[in-house]
T-cell receptor, first 108, second 113 residues
Framework: GIQVEQSPPDLILQEGANSTLRCNFSDSVNNLQWFHQNPWGQLINLFYIPSGTKQNGRLSATTVATERYSLLYISSSQTTDSGVYFCAVVAGRRALTFGSGTRLQVQP | NAGVTQTPKFQVLKTGQSMTLQCAQDMNHEYMSWYRQDPGMGLRLIHYSVGAGITDQGEVPNGYNVSRSTTEDFPLRLLSAAPSQTSVYFC????????????FGPGTRLTVT
């Protein structure tokens, strides 16, 4: 099946810093989503982005489908950005395959 | 719209007990699925359904049963709970037309002792 790799696995930032999270996938995809899992365990949809670039406030994402990677940018990070960021893809059937996540800690 | 709802939020079972985790969506989505998340890991697919009366196995189906009698509901049954099934369970849904974007419920935290 398709493989999804995320990097870095852990990231510690000072409040106000910028960061880039990367997701590599091993095959063509029909869907790519970025999620934020907050410290209470809730999964929050950030982006649906099988290709192209999208922005939502301080967050933006770019997927280059031909090169099989996606990037999530977080600018001016805040403590509320802490949690785990997951990339998940669909190839073929509709089930999502998740990466192992990037654990982000933003310190005040 | 309530989106995807799950009950209960928390559950403690003894080994060998059975129970049903409930999942419902009000978005008229054809596709629904169940995932489990173990500590420090991403989510893994247990079972999924592409419409009422149609279900199929995912990556980790053993010990779980599903059925889909209506478009709205997709319950997950644990037949004889084992400590290895201690996990957080998420239900998701997506439309069968247009994008493949999936929407997740809040999760059920299950502990089997």
């Amino acid at each position: 099946g398709i493989q999804v790799e995320q990097s870095p696995p852990d990231l510690i930032l000072q409040e106000g810093a910028n960061s880039t999270l990367r997701c590599n996938f091993s095959d063509s995809v029909n869907n790519l989503q970025w999620f934020h899992q907050n410290p209470w365990g809730q999964l929050i949809n950030l982006f649906y982005i099988p290709s192209g670039t999208k922005q939502n406030g301080r967050l933006s994402a770019t997927t280059v489908a031909t090169e099989r990677y996606s990037l999530l940018y977080i600018s001016s990070s805040q403590t509320t950005d802490s949690g785990v960021y997951f990339c998940a893809v669909v190839a073929g059937r509709r089930a999502l395959t998740f990466g192992s996540g990037t654990r982000l800690q933003v310190q005040p | 719209n309530a989106g995807v709802t799950q009950t209960p939020k928390f559950q403690v079972l003894k080994t060998g007990q059975s129970m049903t985790l409930q999942c419902a969506q009000d978005m008229n989505h054809e596709y629904m699925s169940w995932y489990r998340q173990d500590p420090g890991m991403g989510l893994r697919l247990i079972h999924y359904s592409v419409g009422a009366g149609i279900t199929d196995q995912g990556e980790v189906p053993n010990g779980y049963n599903v059925s889909r009698s209506t478009t709205e509901d997709f319950p997950l049954r644990l037949l004889s709970a084992a400590p290895s099934q201690t996990s957080v369970y998420f239900c998701a849904s997506s439309s069968s037309t247009g994008t493949y974007e999936q929407y997740f419920g809040p999760g059920t935290r299950l502990t089997v002792t």
